[in-house]
């Protein structure tokens, strides 16, 4: 190991016992022959790629994993209680009582949104009005609306197309005998699956007492080593791409869904040009969208090589750099260049997985394919009332990471499991990344 053919390999090995030299004595070539020289190696290994860090990251974040005793773990979120809604036609626009059609669907035990007595603003013109009575065409709502001034509307005060209404509030004259009906909120349901990860690794009982110029150890512990670490990879990588599936079959795979898909299912996108390459007025079209989601004002994104290197320089000095002594407690020591952009403090940094071109290689980006080092993906760690942090790792009970041996005929034991010359090893886990409110994500990259 480490030795190089034909540069510090022994040849032929010249002569044996006691031999007459003549008047060369003692080379060192010779010794090197023989195969006595011990080579100059290096005890310890060199690894040159490093690990990532999205597990440890949200395992500080989130304050530690989370328990399951389900493969399938379920919430459900409460959308926003009041709506708006855009105007189809109007009837009797220019008379004091107009029927608005609306783009709301009205089912049958299902009556819209809007109720007798609300009161709506037209975006269009600031106007307000009351609404006076409600019905159902076509599968979609309609309201009856006069003036909150009184008058007749007018197709400035309401436009025949285009029209958009809020509702603001509710109208009601002195002894009423109610309210003018009554809405229910009913909250969506989303889950995510498990997946469970294997690896083994395998060593017979000699290569388990061979020592290596490695550490002066046997390499076994240097595979083992390599195999826990490319299982937390696995961890990661699946934690990150993962596509949720959850199979009919008792014996099937489930895979669980990863961040990616929640930010690019739920989430705030911001695409550009690669031959631009990502600018200020890109950043500032993603946190606007995300400033509507009533999310967390401490983001982290994590950037790929390229869009890392562009964002300082569409950044440069027009935004209040973040000193590591006002970034959150659960940041310090992580390497984050951080910003104040109106209020959001983003926290940028380089996620190395992005480049492992073992996992993502390297592609023209497209509609459905993606340059990642061109990508940031943004995250919103918020505390969630009654679910802790809105991103969290969590894993089936008593599987966050089992490793267990496989005894053969290596073990001390009297009694084997099996009749094999050496010792078998088994990691397993089975987890689940959660996004709770994935709207709250973000994702901006190139897409040609």
Avoid at 12 to 33: D, V
Avoid at 269 to 293: C, H, I, K, M, R
Avoid at 310 to 316: C, G, I, K, P, S
Wanted: net charge negative.
């Amino acid at each position: 190991m480490a030795i190089i053919p034909g540069t510090n390999t022994p040849s032929t090995i010249t002569g044996t016992g006691s031999l007459s030299r003549g008047t060369t004595g003692l080379l060192e070539g010779h010794i090197f022959n023989a195969g006595l020289e011990k080579p100059d190696i290096l005890p310890a290994l060199i690894v040159k790629f490093p690990q990532y860090y999205l597990l440890s990251l949200t395992d500080k974040i989130a304050g530690g994993a989370g328990e399951l005793f389900s493969n399938t773990h379920s919430w459900n979120v409460q959308d926003r209680t009041r709506r708006s809604a855009s105007v189809t036609t109007v009837t009797n626009g220019t008379t004091a009582t107009a029927t608005l059609l609306l783009d709301i669907a009205d089912a049958a035990g299902d009556e819209g949104y809007f109720l007798v007595g609300d009161v709506i603003r037209v975006g269009n013109s600031g106007e307000t009005g009351r609404v006076t009575a409600v019905s159902v065409s076509g599968g979609f709502q309609t309201i009856d609306v006069v003036r909150s001034v009184g008058g007749n509307w007018s197709t400035t005060l309401l436009p025949a197309s285009g029209s958009v209404i809020g509702h603001i509030a509710t109208g009601f004259a002195e002894g009423s005998a109610g309210s003018g009906g009554f809405r229910t909120y009913l909250p969506t349901a989303d889950y995510n699956v498990t997946s469970i990860l294997r690896r083994g690794f395998k060593v017979t009982r000699d290569a388990m007492a061979q020592k290596t110029w490695i550490d002066d150890k046997t390499w076994q512990y240097k595979n083992e080593d390599f195999e826990q670490k490319e299982f937390m990879r696995d961890v990661e990588a699946l934690a990150l791409f993962g596509k949720r599936f959850k199979s009919t079959s008792l014996q099937g795979v489930n895979q669980t869904r990863g961040l990616m898909e929640y930010a690019a299912g739920s989430g705030q996108s911001v695409t550009f040009a690669s031959s631009v390459g990502v600018q200020e007025s890109d950043w500032q079209q993603l946190l606007q969208g995300l400033y509507n989601q009533n999310g967390s004002n401490d983001l982290i994104a994590l950037c790929g090589r390229k869009i890392l290197f562009d964002t300082q320089n569409a950044l440069a000095d027009r935004y209040r750099a973040i000193p590591n002594s006002e970034k959150p407690a659960e940041l310090a020591g992580l390497n984050f260049q951080s910003y104040e952009i109106a209020g959001k403090r983003v926290h940028f940094a380089y996620y190395e997985l992005f480049s492992d071109t073992a996992i993502v290689p390297t592609v023209a980006p497209g509609a459905d394919a993606r340059d990642f080092e061109n990508l940031a993906l943004v995250l919103d760690f918020q505390n969630i009332p009654g679910a802790g942090r809105n991103i969290q790792m969590k894993y089936r009970s008593g599987a966050k990471m089992i490793q267990k041996f496989v005894t053969g005929m290596a073990s001390p034991q009297m009694e084997v499991s099996n009749a094999f010359d050496g010792l078998q090893g088994e990691l397993l886990t089975e987890f689940m990344p959660v996004c709770y409110q994935p709207n709250k994500l973000g994702l901006i990259y190139a897409n040609s």
